[in-house]
């Protein structure tokens, strides 16, 4: 009875290998790596009887056909990109499981009375352009075109990287759903915390996702001799930057369910000894309440900018992705929690702190999320791991609601 479980964690193996990184799992926004996932998990998608493109974005979609040829569709999916030295279930899993979940249909030859589309991704980690979800907003037809004039770190833009990778970025639109034929979206996804290992449970439901801002901070000094500059002349960037840092962290402790992360730092023109004349911090603040969180950035923008004003440092903030906090669907997750209850002797409901796709696809139909315990809650990491059993369980819940749907419909 395991074998479908087992193959999911089989692919998630192999899908691991595909990455930008000889040494570690890295697979950035229209990468070549990421095209070599498309074509990998395409072509799963193809065994399990769906029909398959990659759309204009670099979004990887296969369909299985309900009865009807113009019928609803159920969306089904999760991200195929990821975090740079990430783990193996970040994404992967809820597409892969999605498509086990065809596969056992596509085996039995049934058919039912809407279509399952299963989508990889291209984009919710945003690494690349530092603006995460772009495949779920070119999905849900609410890109922001000013995006595409994003550079990367090569100085590359959002508009060239799409057309490298055999996009259209003129086109974006033609990958939005039609919302009126879709009747909901169900990402799998392992919890990212540690929740369901203390309670001792396979999987959760979703009850909302917490709302996120990115930005970058910029301290700008003067550069000076390491070793002529006396301490009292200098306007060091990098130890601005890093009493910001700390600052930030103290700040978030203080806030009861904030999270606040300064995850990238460097310091120019990077040499042992040079005074940094400028240094550039990212910020990723969350909470569950939008209210908390704004005013939140307004107090840490407060205190680098009096960092900046006591060290004689110029600060620029510049918030490169917002996004809300999101409330799961509540039907959608009552259904869900119906065929948890039939698989797993307790449920649990819990909050996301991480984004999802979800997040975006509420804005277009009802959306919910089931969570897989992942050990030990690490995840962003590759010492990220879910079990096979609890793989199990998850198929089972995710393949019962699709039938109680079928049911419904
Ligand atoms: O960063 C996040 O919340 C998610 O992993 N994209
Ligand atoms: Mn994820
Ligand atoms: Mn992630």
Redo the contacts with the bound molecule.
């Keep these: 009875m395991n074998i479908p479980a087992r193959k999911i964690m089989q692919r998630i193996d192999v899908l691991l290998h595909i990455s930008e990184d000889s040494d570690r799992l890295t697979r950035t926004f229209a990468s070549p790596a990421m095209s070599r996932a498309n074509d990998l998990v395409g072509g799963w998608m193809r065994e399990a009887g769906m029909e398959t493109h990659v759309d204009t974005i670099g979004n990887l979609i296969g369909v299985y056909a309900g009865e009807q040829p113009d019928g609803k569709i159920l969306v089904l999916g999760s991200h195929l990109d990821t975090?740079r030295n990430a783990g193996r279930f970040?994404g992967p899993l809820g597409v892969i499981l999605a498509i086990a979940c065809v596969e056992q249909l596509h085996e039995r030859k049934t058919r039912l009375p809407f279509a399952i589309q299963v989508v990889g991704f291209a984009d919710?980690?945003?690494v690349r352009y530092q603006t995460?979800y772009l495949g779920s907003r070119a999905l849900t037809g609410t890109f922001n075109l000013k995006d595409l004039n994003r550079r990367d770190v090569n100085g590359i833009s959002m508009r060239d990287a799409i057309r490298a990778f055999g996009g259209n970025p003129t086109k974006l639109n033609t990958a939005a759903l039609d919302p009126q034929r879709v009747i909901g979206y169900l990402e799998t996804h392992i919890e990212?915390g540690p929740i369901l290992e203390q309670k001792n449970l396979s999987v959760g439901v979703v009850t909302a996702i917490a709302g996120?801002t990115r930005a970058r901070v910029s301290f700008v000094g003067c550069a000076g001799h390491a070793g002529t500059t006396p301490m009292n002349m200098r306007r060091d960037a990098l130890c601005g930057a890093a009493e910001f840092v700390v600052a930030v962290e103290t700040f978030a402790k203080s806030i009861p369910g904030l999270v606040a992360t300064v995850g990238e730092i460097n310091a120019m023109p990077g040499a042992s000894n040079v005074i940094p004349a400028e240094s550039r911090v990212s910020i990723d603040v969350r909470h569950a309440e939008d209210s908390i969180r704004h005013s939140a950035c307004v107090e840490l923008k407060a205190k680098a900018e009096e960092i900046g004003s006591r060290r004689n440092l110029q600060v620029q903030v510049e918030t490169g992705h917002e996004a809300p906090a999101v409330a799961c669907s509540e039907k959608l997750s009552a259904l869900l929690s119906e065929a948890v209850k039939q698989r797993q002797n307790k449920l649990i409901q819990l909050p996301s702190g991480?984004?999802?796709d979800a997040a975006i696809m509420a804005e277009i139909t009802p959306s919910a999320m089931l969570f897989v315990r992942c050990k030990e809650g690490i995840s962003?990491d590759p010492r990220e791991s879910a079990d096979l059993q609890d793989v199990r369980v998850a198929l089972d819940v995710v393949n019962d609601f699709i039938q109680m749907l079928a049911q419904q419909a």
């Design positions: 975090v970040d919710e980690e945003g995460a990212q996120q991480a984004g999802h962003h």
